[in-house]
């Protein structure tokens, strides 16, 4: 056994001391990349504080409402929960466009076509049983979803036409060609523009009338649904060629094209499940909430959806947790206004405020070098 | 049916139209020949539609309500320029969040300041600025009011859009200035090399597109429609974002573009007036300018080529 060496020249001290400097410096950055998440909330929650109070309102009164409006009693927790369930699955969307280096700013759109195919099919299904009509429903979201995503990802696939433009316009034309459809061929009788109600077996329970236990509240079956989802789409990208494709051309397109991936068709395959989850999305407020449709069904859920996915960092079991999080806000915010007089777009201000510091994490570990500086330079004082 | 449609007011309404897209494609095109990129414009033309609006409010001068348009749009603009140039931020989902703040900080601002969502109290807009008299019979009065409608009926800032995209094609590739802000967007690393401040190029980059599209903003609310409505500018920053590609991410490409969607707008605006005639729902043609959108895009984008580093967050340590 050889010797052990102890080398105590100054050297090689210094590289000792330079190594240790790196890894802790690597440490830092890791421990950044994890909190980022949670101090992107705190600054923006802080940030819609200051705004409040710039506004002559009082800050604690109003995320105090806000808390007990979201999470005060059974009744509060399933709107929550009623809010977050579309989130869920307009998060897994983006999140998993993302992870193919995809931005799929489209959603909305997909969100309506699903929503329509939705109330279309559970309506023309009536009779069957639940068994039968509740898959098939989905189904035929998801493949609107999906199929409104198509063009877009073709143009993507083809010539290179950037997502971002498309699945917007798509988006724009999606919303269009819904409203048409609920004004005009598959109008309710009566002068309202929506779509006759969902036979009730096409909807989706709530879940104190599967589980008596429960309180009465308004979340349904969806967010079962959505949670489930969320894990089969975790699964699907960790374990599967189909999410190994997918992550290595987000990762890497030239090498991933080099290693045999066929880049155009992940391309293609990806954006359309994005549309998919986001159909999926419109299903469950359609069979779910209202059991019908109508313009006005869907409060922006396609745009949160990329707050959400930015916030869980395209991590499908993270996105539950960003979805409750702005659920939260949502159900919260009425209650907000109701008793602090604060406008409820306060949030959408929280909402670009996370997604500007997820997005430039920089910003976050400037901010912790800075106050760790400042630290540093009292210290020496 | 001809005759009614094809009128002088059509074009000059294509004109106006396309004024808002313009400024901000023209603006567009600039900040991304630096390398940065830019799909924050609709969030942008919201901040200024709505600052030119409380200020002109405010003040009751549509004029400082102009400046008032460009300051918002500026403050917003140097979040983007901020986080893109300074941070290395990813500047797609930068420009995402802005215009998600724009939308909530105009609603949220909208009740606070005036009660109510929706749609604020009006000004008097800003006028044309001539007013040559028209009238009268045969050709030669015929022939002048084509003139006087399609070239000299435009409010300031239409003119100024117009001015500016002939100007900064120029500028962009006829001066020593423009040689040197496209190549901040071609090869950085050059650029820092010979001793250009990269940082400080796409800084003012950014803030130039910051200023179009606030101008942008106080064409709609103080030029146009006189009041300013939560959403009001309705995809017009995305339709700029493919102008500005249509036109090859050159100033007078992305006006010459934006006109073309203008036209399309203008054109199903004055259909619908003849709905009686054309059977066709009026959503088909509220979503014309947008399906144009992707055509234009289906038939240009594979020949179009992007400056090479663009979005590429460039750090001089290198």
């Known amino acids: ?381 | 049916m001809f005759a009614e449609v094809v009128t002088p007011e059509l074009f000059a309404s294509a004109v106006r139209l396309a004024t808002p897209i313009a400024l901000a494609a023209v603006g567009a095109s600039i900040c991304e020949r630096a390398g940065v990129v830019n799909i924050a414009m609709e969030g942008l033309m919201l901040i200024g539609a709505f600052s030119g609006m409380v200020t002109a409010l405010m003040t009751g001068s549509a004029w400082l309500g102009v400046i008032g348009a460009v300051t918002g749009a500026l403050i917003f603009a140097s979040l983007h320029a901020w986080a893109s140039v300074n941070l290395g931020a990813d500047q797609v989902i930068s420009g995402t969040a802005i215009n998600i703040l724009a939308l909530g900080t105009t609603g949220f601002l909208m009740e606070t300041i005036f009660g109510h969502p929706g749609t604020t109290d009006s000004v008097q807009t800003i006028g044309p600025v001539f007013d040559f008299p028209t009238g009268g019979e045969g050709p030669f009065a015929t022939v002048w009011l084509w003139i006087d409608t399609v070239f000299l009926s435009y409010t300031p800032i239409v003119y100024f859009g117009m001015f500016a995209a002939i100007f900064l094609t120029w500028a962009l590739y006829r001066t020593r200035w423009g040689l040197r802000l496209r190549s901040l967007g071609e090869h950085p690393r050059a650029a820092d090399t010979v001793g250009i401040n990269v940082l400080k190029g796409r800084w003012f980059a950014v803030l130039a597109s910051g200023f179009m599209s606030g101008l942008a903003g106080a064409n709609l609310t103080l030029e146009q429609v006189g009041s300013f409505t939560e959403g009001m500018t309705n995809g017009r920053g995305f339709i700029a974002l493919a102008a500005m590609i249509f036109g090859r991410w050159i100033p007078g490409g992305g006006y010459l573009a934006s006109l073309l969607f203008g036209f399309a707008d203008a054109l199903q605006l004055k259909l619908q007036l003849f709905s009686d005639i054309i059977r066709i729902p009026a959503q088909f043609f509220l979503m014309l300018p947008y399906l144009l959108t992707v055509i234009v895009l289906a038939g240009v984008v594979g020949r179009a080529v992007a400056p090479t580093a663009i979005g590429k967050p460039y750090s001089e340590k290198g």
Not at chain 1, 112 to 126: D, K, N, P, S
């Open chain 1, 1 to 381: 056994m050889p010797e052990q060496v102890i080398d105590d020249s100054p050297e090689h001290r210094a590289q000792e001391a330079e190594r240790r400097f790196a890894l802790e410096q690597e440490r830092i950055r890791r421990l950044i990349r994890v909190a980022t998440p949670f101090i992107s909330v705190a600054i923006a929650i802080l940030l819609g504080s200051v705004v409040i109070a710039l506004s002559g309102k009082d800050p604690l009164l109003a995320f105090g409402a806000m808390f007990s409006g979201a999470f005060g009693g059974t009744r509060q927790i399933g709107e929550t929960l009623l809010r977050a369930t579309p989130l869920i699955f307009t998060g897994l969307a983006v999140a998993y466009g993302f992870r193919s280096g995809l931005f799929n700013i489209g959603a909305e759109g997909q969100l309506f076509l699903g929503g329509i195919a939705a109330a279309f099919v559970g309506v023309m299904l009536a009779g069957y049983p639940w068994m039968i009509s509740v898959p098939l429903v989905l189904l035929a979201a998801a493949l609107a979803g999906a199929a409104w995503a198509f063009i877009p990802a073709l143009m993507k696939a083809r010539i290179g036409a950037h997502e971002v433009i498309t699945t917007m316009m798509f988006s724009y034309i999606g919303r269009y060609v819904v409203s048409w459809i609920i004004a005009g061929p598959f109008k309710d009788k009566g002068q309202i523009p929506q779509t006759p109600e969902l036979p009730e077996t096409s909807q989706l329970p709530r879940l104190s009338d599967v589980f008596t236990f429960i309180e009465p509240n308004r979340a349904h079956l969806g967010i079962v649904l959505g949670i489930v989802l969320a894990v089969v789409v975790w699964w699907v990208l960790k374990y599967t060629v189909l999410g190994y494709e997918a992550r290595a051309v987000g990762f890497n397109p030239t090498a991933a094209q080099t290693g045999g991936i066929s880049v155009s068709m992940t391309t293609v395959k990806s954006l359309c499940i994005s549309g998919a989850l986001a159909g999926l999305a419109g299903a469950v407020e359609v069979m779910g909430v209202h059991h019908r449709m109508f313009d006005q069904f869907s409060s922006g859920f396609g745009f949160t959806g990329i707050a959400v996915a930015l916030l869980a960092k395209n991590n499908p079991i993270g996105v539950i947790a960003a979805a409750i999080l702005f659920g939260s806000l949502s159900a919260g915010a009425g209650t907000m206004q109701l008793e602090a007089g604060v406008s409820q777009k306060v949030i959408s201000v929280i909402q670009g405020t996370i997604i500007f510091l997820v997005g430039a994490e920089a910003i976050v570990s400037w901010a912790v070098k800075r106050i760790r500086s400042m630290k540093e330079a009292t210290d020496v004082r």
